[in-house]
Structure formats: C-alpha cells, structure tokens
C-alpha cells in the first residue's frame, strides 16, 4: 500500500449498526417499518408534521442509548496519526463520529442533534422533543422549527467542498452504505475518475461493489480497524 496523502472517506449506515443504531435497508431497517413517503420528505412534513416530529423524536431519545464503536474510534485515530489529509463524509446523521473523535466531518445529510428555523434560517444543537409549538430560540416564534436533516429531494450539505475533496483524492474508502441513494452513491465514480484508489468496507456487497478497484466485506467493527492498522503502517 503506498502512502496516501489525500484520504476520503464516506460513511454510512452500517458503521453504527454495531452501536444499535438501526439501518435503512436491511431486513429490520428504519424503511421497513416506516414509508419514506411519510417521514423523509419536505412534502411529507408539511402534510403531517406532527408524524414526522414523532419519528425524530423517537431516533433522538434512542440516540441518547447508544455508543460510538471500534469502528468510529479508528477512523478517529487515522485522522489523529496518519501523516496526510483525512476527512470524513457522513450520511449518517447520528453523532457517533464526533463522539469518537473525529473533527475533520461533513454531514452531508445534517444531524440529528440539531433543530433548523424555517422561519429565521437559525441552526441550534437540539437534544429535547420538538413539537410544531416549540419556540426558536432564535427568533421566538413556533412553528418553524424542523429536524436540521436533509430529505429525499433537498440538496445534500457542503456538496460543492465534497466536490473538490473527492477531485483531490488518492484514496476513496466507503464504509457500511448500500450505494442505493444519491449523491453519495456516486462518490466512487467521482474518485475514480480522479485516480483515486477505490475501497468498499461493507458487510456485504453493495449496490455499487462493481465500481471499487478493491472490496472487504465483514462487520464495520472488525474490518474497519485492520484497515487503519495497514494505512498507519504505510
Ligand atoms: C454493515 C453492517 C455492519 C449493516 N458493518 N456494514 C433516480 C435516480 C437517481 C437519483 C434519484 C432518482 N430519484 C430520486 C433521486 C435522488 C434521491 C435518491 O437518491 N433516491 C434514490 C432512492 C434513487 N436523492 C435525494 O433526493 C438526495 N438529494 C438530492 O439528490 O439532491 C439533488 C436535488 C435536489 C433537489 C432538486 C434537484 C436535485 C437527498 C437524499 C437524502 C437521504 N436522506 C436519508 C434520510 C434522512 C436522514 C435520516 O432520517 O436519517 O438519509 S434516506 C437514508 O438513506 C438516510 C441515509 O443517509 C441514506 C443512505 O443509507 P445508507 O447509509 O446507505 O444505509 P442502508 O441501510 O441503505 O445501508 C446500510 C449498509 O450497511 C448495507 O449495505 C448493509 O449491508 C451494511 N451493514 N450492518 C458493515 N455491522
């Protein structure tokens, strides 16, 4: 392996499925219980917000119970030791990354922790309930506030610096995401065609296991960890 200098790396589900927090798609995953149509969409919020609060509130009180893992603890440490550029891109809007250490993240799919005031545009770290009356404590007024994530038809987070991090890659590792919802799932093709080399770190192939120069499949826990091991060594 030779020294990388410019490390990318995205994240999903799966690397927090070890923690206890659910995935998406698996067979006991979040879209097998609830109809993305009803919790994950603008449209869906206006129609009923007080369903999609609900939903928030549940995976915001279940957030409180979990821990990051031996996964998040590595890809902290790789940022920490290893001599080059290590950011790290989240689809995942738990705070297990930063919990374990991380400070070079984006969140491109917004956080969990965090309300946003339709009404004034202010962001403020949320860990309580959120109710349509919830006041801002921004601006004062209810009615505003929302879940800082971002839904099926809004634009991802900071994608223009994702752009260009992924244009400057040497190496490209996806972790623990089945490939199935774009942007992200075509990170890959946009660190390839930059000369970065390609790694999927995932339980099982993905949707887009085909596009990685290189795959490891095995539990994020495990695989994540001798990974950084071989990367520190170089
Ligand atoms: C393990 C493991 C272990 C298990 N160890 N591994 C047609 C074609 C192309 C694109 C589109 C299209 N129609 C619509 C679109 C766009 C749409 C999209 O991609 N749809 C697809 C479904 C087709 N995308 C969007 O709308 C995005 N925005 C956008 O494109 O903006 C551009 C634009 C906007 C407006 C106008 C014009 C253009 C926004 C996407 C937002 C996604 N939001 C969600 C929910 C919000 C946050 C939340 O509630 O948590 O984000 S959906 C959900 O999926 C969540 C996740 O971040 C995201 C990805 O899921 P992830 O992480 O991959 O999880 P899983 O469950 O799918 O996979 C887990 C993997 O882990 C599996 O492979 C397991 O095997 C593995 N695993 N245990 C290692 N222990």
């Not at 920490?80 to 070079?104: F, P, W």
């Not at 969140?107 to 949320?126: I, N, Q």
Request: glycine share 8%; proline share 6%.
């Amino acid at each position: 392996m030779p020294p990388y200098q410019r490390i990318v790396i995205l994240t999903g589900a799966g690397i927090s499925a070890e923690s206890g927090v659910a995935t998406f798609r698996d067979k006991d995953g979040i879209w097998s219980k609830y109809s993305i149509e009803d919790v994950a969409t603008p449209e869906a919020f206006r129609r009923d917000p007080k369903r999609v609060h609900d939903f928030y509130n549940m995976r915001r009180r279940d957030h409180a119970t979990v821990k990051p893992n031996a996964a998040h603890y590595a890809l902290a440490r790789l940022e920490a030791e290893h001599n080059g550029e290590v950011t790290l891109v989240t689809q995942n809007i738990d705070a297990l990354h930063e919990q374990a250490g991380s400070k070079n993240l984006i969140h491109m799919h917004g956080e969990l922790l965090k309300a946003w005031c339709l009404l004034c545009d202010g962001r403020f770290a949320w860990e309580a309930d959120l109710s349509l009356e919830t006041i801002c404590p921004g601006c004062g007024r209810p009615h505003g506030l929302r879940p800082d994530v971002v839904w099926f038809g809004e634009m991802p987070y900071e994608m223009d610096r994702i752009g260009a991090l992924l244009e400057a890659a040497d190496l490209f590792l996806s972790i623990g995401t089945s490939g199935n919802v774009y942007p992200a799932a075509g990170f890959v093709a946009l660190a390839r065609r930059a000369g970065a080399h390609t790694v999927e770190l995932n339980l099982e192939p993905s949707e887009g296991a085909s596009y990685f120069a290189d795959t490891i499949h095995g539990p994020a826990t495990q695989v994540v960890p001798a990974y950084v091991e071989r990367v520190l060594k170089t």
